[in-house]
Nanobody, 127 residues
Framework: QVQLVESGGGLVQAGGSLRLSCAASGRTFSSYAMGWFRRAPGKEREFVATITWSGGNTYYADSVKGRFTISRDNAQNTVYLQMNSLKPEDTAVYYC????????????????????WGQGTQVTVSS
């Protein structure tokens, strides 16, 4: 089992920045790929970003590419999502998730392939 706890959400004006953190406990964090997903009001959960176990590979949704950066610190069992140039359409509940890093790129972008999830943190971007 892996337990995940997100933090760092809040209210920010358009153009601002936030840094989300996801602290993991339980099984060996460094063997898991980590992902960030979000769910906006009235919409389905969508992929935001993912990072492989070593941090050597990262992938982003087109909507956040160039604005968001995912990173991890395996010594601290933590994954981060730095969000810059935020837009009102980034408003959502953001979730971190973990999966064993052995299923390939497609799996990393697919929410149903992640067995472990945090409780989510609200990000609200005002215009």
């Amino acid at each position: 089992q892996v337990q995940l706890v997100e933090s760092g959400g809040g209210l920010v004006q358009a153009g601002g920045s936030l840094r989300l953190s996801c602290a993991a406990s339980g099984r060996t964090f460094s063997s898991y790929a980590m992902g960030w997903f979000r769910r906006a009001p009235g919409k389905e959960r969508e992929f935001v970003a993912t990072i492989t176990w070593s941090g050597g590979n990262t992938y982003y949704a087109d909507s956040v590419k160039g604005r968001f950066t995912i990173s991890r610190d395996n010594a601290q069992n933590t994954v981060y999502l730095q969000m810059n140039s935020l837009k009102p359409e980034d408003t959502a509940v953001y979730y971190c998730a973990a999966q064993e890093d052995r299923y390939g790129t497609t799996s990393l972008r697919t929410s149903t392939k992640y067995p472990y999830w945090g409780q989510g943190t609200q990000v609200t971007v005002s215009s």
